[in-house]
């Protein structure tokens, strides 16, 4: 059996990368972080500059990215004149990383300075007022993932048991609404529920989902979240609706119709986004 890693070992391997992305990056210094989703890759295209590229396999202590549709690299730059880190693929705990794996970018990120965490995600519908291809803003969550802050505290980035009382800031989602509302971009809101993955739900799990408060399913962002909160960074959610889980609409999914999907959605959350960052 593996041996946990010590929180000074998991220190220095995210002082390690954070000093080695600094270096890269002639010490550039993003005031927001963006994890983006599978089929989302394409809202690098939308950003004002791309000033540095960095590929995850050139950065030291970093888990690579082995899903399609994840292109597994940093881009340092800007959006909306805002400096930014966008993470074009996200790691998962289906792919076999641990916790601590999954959760390292967005600590790193906060390493380098960020103020606010973004997360992004294709995900099926459960609310059977959704439709394929909606855009929803995440104003809460249900974590079925084994929790990300599971071993001892690091007490360096955040208290043994941090608050979760607004995981998703409440002025943000507001602003984010408004942002949809000025581009007449119909949003949903609704509860994410974040699942192991990496089958797709049968139909008795989409109803067991739904019974308990979820709108919305899938298979990341939670432990990013909770990472993120843990070390008091404020968060802003949107998930693109792929699939309906939904009795009488659930169709047989793969992840090309899925990636296909969110790439249509994409440039709705990016006018979203862009605005909301220019209002920060």
Known sequence: MASTPSSENILQRIQRTADFLRQRTSAF??????????????????????????PYAEVPDFPQSTVEGHAGRFLFGRLAGKPVVVMQGRFHYYEGYGMEEVIRPVRVMAQLGIKRLFVTNACGGLNPGFNNGDVMIITDHINLFPNALIGPNINELGVR???????YDREMVKKGKAAAAKNNIAVREGVYVGLTGPTLETPAEYRF????????????????VIAARHMKLPCFGMS??????????????????????????APKMCVIMRDLIASL
């Open 240 to 265: 693109v609706i792929t699939d309906m889980g939904v009795e009488g609409r659930i169709e047989e999914t793969t992840h090309e119709m899925v990636q296909a999907r969110a790439k249509a959605a």
């Open 161 to 167: 048991f941090p608050d979760m009382s607004e995981p």
């Open 29 to 54: 210094a993003p005031e927001t972080g963006i994890i983006l989703g599978s089929g989302l890759g394409g809202f690098a295209d939308t950003m004002d500059a791309v000033d540095h590229i960095v």
């Open 209 to 224: 989902v739904r019974i308990i408060g979820g709108d919305a399913v899938g298979m990341s962002t939670v432990p990013e």
